[in-house]
């Protein structure tokens, strides 16, 4: 046998894995063990600090050692002399390392490090800097790393431009990484802070260029790549504006004031934060939401008192002030009238170029062409028809609308799994398309038939309108939002897929309400609309319900004064 | 010496190139007795580096084209009645048209001598009259198959020294590789390789001094550092010998750098091409659409096959004809025709070409940004690492031993033995033999092609960036449509093939003519002659040229088995290196005529982990059913092994 290699077989190089795991196992457990137990007698001694390092070692991710290891570092910290603290840290922060290069991505080793590093008397950032660059060499994508870059660099007050140069050469790397490009949408807006953030863009325009330049490089090179995109989205941004009182409504007759805010808010059950000046004086009113929830919405109301109405004064003023926003707004009452508003026209703030910049026209126009460029040689690609969708809304939404919906129709076709969001999305803009319409048209009433509707939003807009057409759509439901339109009088919601009617509620001024042919199964989604104190007309000819059993004697009952239409 | 020779083999190999080394490891390693031999002092053959002395006493075997293997003992006398002899040939022939210029400048009173050098054990070559070389120079030799070496200064402002600048090359004390081609059989020990790779790792980006003048002398006393490559080839990331490297685990005895930059020689200028997705990404020279363009059709190239009906209608044309259909830009045309498929106008049709394409791109990315790695040290080291795992396993290793004839018997026409240059007679069952040993009576009808090759050492790259550490590959294609691109490859100081502040280059083509005549104008069109003056403006440069050779290499590479005359079936033939950037051809003739020896055995598997083997004391399961084991370790080694490489020692 001599000179002849014996090798083991594979049935026994399985059994020596296998005892040296269960010794592992062993070990482990009986080490846990000995932790919890030291913890719970509360002696944090250094052993146990040698115990969870064996621990952690092997799996950084067992958090409660974590926090076992900080409440013995806290209990040295009184005890120990500060050299043989500093000594303790260097452990801690080698340890640390070795950790990490177990698993980088260690939610636990990246916060103990935060932690440590935050307690320290003198940090060396430059090293922690340098730990960050080594880590993102390895895998640029670690987003827990990036994570802590950003701490050490604020830290640090390491220089913006040093960091974006750093953000650079890693998308020089490889430009799909979401955290890089996260990273410059921070440092940008802090190199080149713009003076005043109205609804303007983010960056100055030859910062922009210069982006735009570099990541329309991404969207050519790879068009399927998301990272780019959003980039690009948020480039051509802009920031979010301030709080604003989009309108002001009172009415006499419901002797009722409603705000509509560009945001939803919350209004407390105190006036504090929305103030009521009623001819310049001061008035506690008690707001609510128009369905009465008093959740966060975008509208509010309240109840007047008949003394702020009176028909005595030539005019009433009304002045709103929302205080946590630092906005107002103000509308006057004259004799005589029955109802006063003041308003933010849609057509003058272009409140629909939603969220791409206005500012920059001839920016947004070169990159719809370069857009189309890309989508020429790149028909099916569904990040480059949705810029182009934006584009075009950010630069005349109404011009391009025919266009915009060809492009809607492409896009559902090559991205079939985002049909229903992308359906919601093209009702939207054209629900604003509608809006500025019947604004230019300067009128109350609006047509929203035989849009292809799947969803109703920005109602909150509609506060003043008082005949609404939605027959012919797709909807399947009367929002809970529908209950801003104070002014409705008249809401024909024909041929949808109608099944709930929960909008329809303390609508003071509806009249008259159509909801043939829809999925209306029982008499009892019906109900909300006894909370409409003037409805006198109702049809539900071609619903479900109509065949029901005792739906006519249930109607009488809920809505003695109206008229119902059944068959 | 020839004693010590044990007189039966199971496979005796002649010439250590890369294709007969890796039939060495994989015989070895399947449990075969094998003996190595090469009747160069060197390992490799024509796949062999050389340090600048090196390479300089190997010019010197080519120019005095004398043939340094002393007459051994007559060999006709031992063979019997029944017996024929197979005469083997003692002169190489094939390098050819050999010619070295070079143009540092020279320090003419100074006796210089490569650092470290060892003693010299290889002969001391002077040439006896020098100035004959000189005015030999451009003489047509009267052997046709002579070569010429001549040594020329070209040096423009010293023209008054040619003879005396000749002069001092000649009295360049040449030394013979010690370290390397240590007398006979064993190989380097590793830790012997450890301290002599380790030493020189420094980077040069650091400092870069002023640029300091590379002179002849330096290149002499520095000669240690370079590893001039006799074939200028690179590894594929997935071609069919890095799979092996690592299958059979040899790839620990080697290391390796990514090349780093793919280049492209247009206009006149050098230029960086962009092939991955970040250099796309970040190219400056390309247009918006070009970006697009170039990524839609590299990314249909990755998978072709599955979209047949883009290519169909074009199988018949060339592949550059086919890139025109493909709404490409002419750069973009270019950039894929020869710098990714690497292909010229003519030379492939469109499936070729689509082949070539998807393989660079299969390649990107396993190892870096670049297809492509080269060992560092040079290409010489690879044979070199599969003769160890050769020795590792118990194979012997002979250099300068030759080998005078091949024993034939009559009757069953087969080989039985070979006769050394000792007179000694060994039995074997099989015989690998190089194309080169054999004489002209075997190879009468054969028909070889050439390689043409130059290698320059230069002071700069032929494209400066940020980083003087670059390892970059350009192929500049011929002029005419009928001439053939010329492959280059640029290699800095952390290959470790040359020296710091300067930069080894091979040039390769297929030859049509002598290498001279072939490259010099690719050589002209990218460098510039060394001069003493510096030129005003340094910037728009070209590298200048320190020192240049060029010769021809036979390529044996397609030669069919059946065009040699009378071969015994046991006798296979190795090629020389082929023209090819790859070596897949030197891996599939190794795994086809291992086949042919081991038929059914696994090709080089790895060799057992050191943790599983049972050593004598561990003798814990030693129950276990001993044939199993016996089977699976397989590498049951001659006795006389044992003096040379324990394979147990060996993998630890």
Request: proline share 6%.
């Given at each position: 046998m001599h000179g002849r290699l014996k090798v083991k077989t594979s049935e026994e190089q399985a059994e020596a894995k296998r005892l040296e795991r269960e010794q592992k196992l062993k070990l482990y457990q009986s080490a846990t063990q000995?932790?919890?137990?030291?913890?719970?007698?509360?002696?944090?001694?250094?052993?146990?600090?040698?115990?969870?390092?064996?621990?952690?070692?092997?799996?950084?991710?067992?958090?409660?050692?974590?926090?076992?290891?900080?409440?013995?570092?806290?209990?040295?910290?009184?005890?120990?002399?500060?050299?043989?603290?500093?000594?303790?840290?260097?452990?801690?922060?080698?340890?640390?390392?070795?950790?990490?290069?177990?698993?980088?991505?260690?939610?636990?080793?990246?916060?103990?490090?935060?932690?440590?590093?935050?307690?320290?008397?003198?940090?060396?950032?430059?090293?922690?800097?340098?730990?960050?660059?080594?880590?993102?060499?390895?895998?640029?994508?670690?987003?827990?790393?990036?994570?802590?870059?950003?701490?050490?660099?604020?830290?640090?007050?390491?220089?913006?431009?040093?960091?974006?140069?750093?953000?650079?050469?890693?998308?020089?790397?490889?430009?799909?990484?979401?955290?890089?490009?996260?990273?410059?949408?921070?440092?940008?807006?802090?190199?080149?802070?713009?003076?005043?953030?109205?609804?303007?863009?983010?960056?100055?325009?030859?910062?922009?260029?210069?982006?735009?330049?570099?990541?329309?490089?991404?969207?050519?090179?790879?068009?399927?790549?998301?990272?780019?995109?959003?980039?690009?989205?948020?480039?051509?941004?802009?920031?979010?504006?301030?709080?604003?009182?989009?309108?002001?409504?009172?009415?006499?007759?419901?002797?009722?004031?409603?705000?509509?805010?560009?945001?939803?808010?919350?209004?407390?059950?105190?006036?504090?934060?929305?103030?009521?000046?009623?001819?310049?004086?001061?008035?506690?009113?008690?707001?609510?939401?128009?369905?009465?929830?008093?959740?966060?919405?975008?509208?509010?109301?309240?109840?007047?008192?008949?003394?702020?109405?009176?028909?005595?004064?030539?005019?009433?003023?009304?002045?709103?002030?929302?205080?946590?926003?630092?906005?107002?707004?103000?509308?006057?009452?004259?004799?005589?009238?029955?109802?006063?508003?003041?308003?933010?026209?849609?057509?003058?703030?272009?409140?629909?170029?939603?969220?791409?910049?206005?500012?920059?026209?001839?920016?947004?126009?070169?990159?719809?062409?370069?857009?189309?460029?890309?989508?020429?040689?790149?028909?099916?690609?569904?990040?480059?028809?949705?810029?182009?969708?934006?584009?075009?809304?950010?630069?005349?939404?109404?011009?391009?609308?025919?266009?915009?919906?060809?492009?809607?129709?492409?896009?559902?076709?090559?991205?079939?799994?985002?049909?229903?969001?992308?359906?919601?999305?093209?009702?939207?803009?054209?629900?604003?398309?509608?809006?500025?319409?019947?604004?230019?048209?300067?009128?109350?009433?609006?047509?929203?038939?035989?849009?292809?509707?799947?969803?109703?939003?920005?109602?909150?807009?509609?506060?003043?309108?008082?005949?609404?057409?939605?027959?012919?759509?797709?909807?399947?439901?009367?929002?809970?939002?529908?209950?801003?339109?104070?002014?409705?009088?008249?809401?024909?919601?024909?041929?949808?897929?109608?099944?709930?009617?929960?909008?329809?509620?303390?609508?003071?001024?509806?009249?008259?309400?159509?909801?043939?042919?829809?999925?209306?199964?029982?008499?009892?989604?019906?109900?909300?609309?006894?909370?409409?104190?003037?409805?006198?007309?109702?049809?539900?000819?071609?619903?479900?319900?109509?065949?029901?059993?005792?739906?006519?004697?249930?109607?009488?009952?809920?809505?003695?004064?109206?008229?119902?239409?059944?068959? | 010496m020839a004693d010590n020779l044990p007189s039966e083999f199971d496979v005796i190999v002649i010439g250590t190139g890369l294709p007969e080394s890796i039939i060495a490891a994989a015989c070895s390693r399947s449990g075969q007795r094998v003996l190595h031999v090469d009747s160069r002092s060197y390992y490799g053959g024509n796949w062999a580096s050389f340090s600048f002395s090196g390479i300089l006493s190997w010019l010197k075997e080519y120019q005095e084209n004398s043939d340094i293997v002393n007459e051994g003992p007559a060999w006709q006398e031992q063979i019997l009645e029944n017996e024929e002899a197979i005469a083997l040939s003692r002169k190489d022939k094939t390098i050819q048209h050999v010619e070295v210029f070079c143009y540092a400048s020279q320090d003419l009173h100074e006796e210089v001598e490569e650092a470290g050098a060892l003693q010299k054990n290889h002969a001391s070559v002077i040439s006896e009259n020098p100035t004959e070389a000189v005015h030999s120079a451009y003489l047509p030799s009267e052997d046709q198959s002579l070569c010429t070496v001549s040594c020329e200064m070209l040096t423009e402002q010293t023209p008054s020294s040619d003879l005396e600048t000749a002069l001092e090359i000649n009295n360049v004390k040449v030394t013979g590789e010690t370290e390397k081609h240590d007398d006979k059989t064993c190989m380097k020990s590793a830790s012997e390789e450890e301290t002599s790779k380790n030493v020189p790792t420094t980077e040069g980006t650091a400092l870069q001094p002023k640029k300091t003048r590379i002179t002849y002398s330096q290149i002499i006393k520095e000669g240690r550092r370079f590893n001039i490559d006799l074939v200028s080839k690179l590894l594929y990331s997935r071609g069919l010998l890095i799979d092996l490297l690592i299958k059979s685990n040899v790839s620990r005895y080697a290391e390796f750098k990514n090349i780093t930059r793919i280049l492209a020689f247009r206009e006149g200028r050098v230029e960086q091409v962009p092939y991955s997705r970040a250099d796309v990404f970040n190219s400056k020279q390309l247009t918006m659409v070009e970006k697009r363009m170039l990524m839609k059709f590299l990314t249909f190239c990755m998978e072709y096959e599955k979209h047949p009906d883009e290519y169909k209608a074009y199988e018949e044309i060339t592949f550059s004809e086919y890139l025109k259909t493909q709404k490409l830009t002419p750069n973009l045309q270019y950039f894929v025709l020869h710098s990714i498929a690497m292909t010229s106008e003519t030379a492939s049709n469109t499936i070729d070409g689509l082949k070539a394409t998807k393989n660079f791109l299969h390649c990107l990315g396993r190892y870096g940004n670049t297809p492509f790695l080269f060992p560092l040290y040079g290409q010489g080291e690879l044979p070199q690492c599969f003769c160890r795992m050769c020795a590792v396993f118990g194979g012997i290793y002979c250099l300068r031993h030759s080998v005078q004839c091949l024993v034939v018997d009559k009757e069953s026409r087969k080989c039985k033995a070979i006769i050394d240059q000792f007179g000694q007679r060994i039995i074997s069952k099989h015989f690998l033999v190089e194309d080169s040993y054999f004489s002209e009576n075997t190879c009468s009808h054969v028909q070889y092609r050439q390689i043409s090759r130059s290698v320059l050492i230069t002071d700069r790259s032929v494209l400066k960036t940020d980083s003087d550490q670059q390892i970059s590959i350009l192929t500049v294609p011929g002029d005419e449509p009928r001439t053939f691109a010329v492959r280059v490859i640029e290699l800095c100081s952390s290959t470790m093939t040359c020296m710091k502040g300067t930069y080894l280059v091979h040039l390769t083509c297929t030859s049509s003519k002598t290498a001279r005549e072939d490259l010099e104008p690719v050589v002209q069109k990218l460098f510039t002659p060394y001069t003493e003056t510096e030129t005003e403006n340094e910037e728009v440069e070209k590298p200048r040229l320190l020192w240049a050779l060029y010769f021809n290499m036979r390529d044996s590479s397609d030669v069919s088995r059946n065009s040699y005359n009378d071969l015994p079936s046991n006798v296979y033939v190795c090629s020389g290196p082929d023209s090819g950037l790859g070596n897949d051809n030197a891996v599939k003739q190794a795994e086809t005529l291992f086949q042919l020896i081991c038929p059914n055995e696994d090709f080089c598997p790895p060799p057992p982990n050191p943790e599983d083997i049972i050593t004598d004391g561990d003798s814990l399961q030693s129950e276990v059913s001993e044939a199993s084991v016996i089977l699976e370790a397989n590498s049951e080694s001659p006795k006389e092994s044992a003096s040379f490489g324990n394979p147990e020692e060996a993998s630890q």
């Open positions: 000995t932790v919890f137990q030291k913890r719970q007698a509360g002696e944090l001694d250094e052993s146990v600090l040698e115990l969870t390092s064996q621990i952690l070692g092997a799996n950084p991710d067992f958090a409660t050692l974590w926090n076992c290891r900080r409440e013995v570092l806290q209990r040295l910290e009184a005890q120990k002399s500060p050299e043989e603290l500093a000594a303790l840290v260097k452990t801690e922060l080698g340890f640390l390392e070795s950790c990490l290069r177990v698993n980088p991505k260690s939610y636990g080793t990246w916060h103990h490090r935060c932690w440590l590093l935050g307690r320290l008397p003198e940090p060396n950032w430059a090293r922690e800097l340098e730990l960050c660059a080594r880590f993102l060499e390895v895998d640029e994508r670690n987003f827990h790393c990036w994570d802590y870059r950003r701490f050490v660099a604020a830290q640090a007050a390491v220089p913006p431009a040093e960091e974006l140069a750093f953000t650079d050469s890693l998308i020089t790397r490889n430009f799909s990484n979401y955290s890089s490009w996260h990273y410059r949408s921070c440092l940008l807006p802090q190199l080149h802070p713009q003076p005043d953030s109205g609804p303007q863009g983010r960056l100055p325009e030859d910062v922009l260029l210069k982006e735009l330049e570099l990541v329309q490089n991404a969207f050519f090179t790879d068009p399927n790549d998301q990272s780019a995109w959003f980039y690009h989205r948020w480039l051509l941004g802009r920031a979010d504006p301030q709080d604003a009182l989009r309108c002001l409504h009172v009415s006499r007759d419901e002797a009722c004031l409603t705000v509509s805010f560009s945001r939803p808010v919350l209004v407390g059950p105190r006036t504090e934060t929305l103030l009521l000046m009623v001819d310049e004086s001061p008035l506690a009113v008690e707001w609510r939401t128009p369905d009465g929830r008093n959740w966060p919405g975008h509208v509010w109301l309240c109840d007047l008192p008949a003394t702020s109405l009176n028909d005595q004064l030539p005019h009433h003023t009304f002045r709103v002030i929302w205080t946590a926003g630092d906005a107002q707004k103000e509308c006057v009452l004259l004799k005589g009238h029955q109802e006063g508003w003041c308003r933010d026209s849609a057509t003058d703030e272009q409140l629909f170029r939603c969220e791409l910049s206005v500012e920059k026209s001839t920016v947004l126009q070169s990159e719809l062409e370069s857009c189309k460029e890309l989508q020429e040689l790149e028909p099916e690609n569904k990040w480059c028809l949705l810029t182009i969708i934006l584009l075009m809304r950010a630069l005349d939404p109404l011009l391009y609308e025919k266009e915009t919906l060809q492009y809607f129709q492409t896009l559902k076709a090559v991205d079939p799994m985002r049909a229903a969001y992308l359906d919601d999305l093209r009702s939207k803009f054209l629900l604003e398309n509608s809006l500025l319409k019947m604004e230019y048209a300067e009128v109350r009433v609006l047509h929203l038939g035989h849009k292809d509707l799947t969803v109703l939003c920005h109602l909150e807009q509609l506060l003043l309108v008082t005949h609404l057409d939605l027959s012919h759509n797709r909807l399947r439901a009367l929002p809970p939002a529908l209950a801003a339109l104070r002014c409705l009088e008249v809401l024909q919601a024909n041929d949808n897929a109608i099944e709930s009617l929960d909008g329809v509620t303390n609508l003071p001024r509806l009249q008259e309400l159509s909801l043939c042919n829809n999925r209306l199964q029982q008499p009892m989604v019906l109900q909300p609309l006894a909370s409409c104190p003037r409805l006198v007309l109702l049809n539900l000819q071609g619903n479900p319900l109509c065949q029901a059993v005792g739906t006519s004697e249930y109607l009488t009952e809920l809505l003695p004064l109206v008229n119902s239409i059944l068959v | -």
